[in-house]
């Protein structure tokens, strides 16, 4: 009886791994990104930490400009605890022509980390950016605040994509969104 409840529990969390692989492996991205609307200011909302952000105290922006040749410019910014900003260049290159949903983005050649755009509004008012391994996750928005009904649809929407909303790390904007949902291009 002890041998048999073992062989379940293992054949259990043998096939949880199989089915959480599976789905790890499957992240969609949305249908279509026009770039020519994609591309200006956005404030980030929340993100998973990442070692790259961690001097990050608040006021995290990003900023795209399309670039002769298809390329798009990235211009990350944000406030570091002792006031001064921090600022990091690169630039990004769509990968899957067909949808523009997946990007390649640079900081330090010759490295690069996948940018897969995973949810869109209608209206390009937010975004939220992923990658394949769920490592990184990225809430966006044209302004400096979500209300929090649409915060909690994404939320809802990340979880059904695979990822784990407990480890997002909301983020400060001291802007006001009245006046921070300028676009810049």
Not at 42 to 57: G, H, L, N, S
Request: with cysteine; glycine share 6%; net charge positive.
């Amino acid at each position: 009886m002890r041998i048999t409840a073992l062989l379940v529990l293992g054949l259990a969390a043998v096939v949880g791994k199989v089915a959480f692989a599976e789905s790890k492996a499957s992240l969609q991205t949305v249908p279509h990104v026009d770039l020519t609307r994609y591309v200006g200011r956005w404030y980030e909302i929340a993100r998973y930490p990442t070692r790259f952000e961690k001097d990050c105290a608040s006021d995290v922006t990003a900023t795209y400009t399309q670039l002769p040749g298809g390329k798009i410019e990235v211009l990350n910014e944000c406030r570091k605890a002792d006031g001064q900003t921090k600022r990091s260049k690169g630039t990004a290159r769509v990968v899957d022509k067909r949808t523009n949903a997946k990007l390649k983005v640079t900081f330090f050649w010759p490295f690069s980390g996948n940018y897969w755009i995973i949810d869109l509004a209608p209206d390009y008012s937010y975004a939220v950016v992923g990658e394949p391994d769920r490592k990184y996750l990225w809430i966006l928005s044209r302004s400096s605040q979500l209300t929090e009904s649409v915060y909690g649809q994404i939320v809802t929407r990340v979880r059904e994509l695979g990822y784990d909303p407990s480890l997002l790390m909301k983020t400060t904007q001291s802007a006001p969104a009245h006046l921070a949902g300028t676009r810049t291009n």
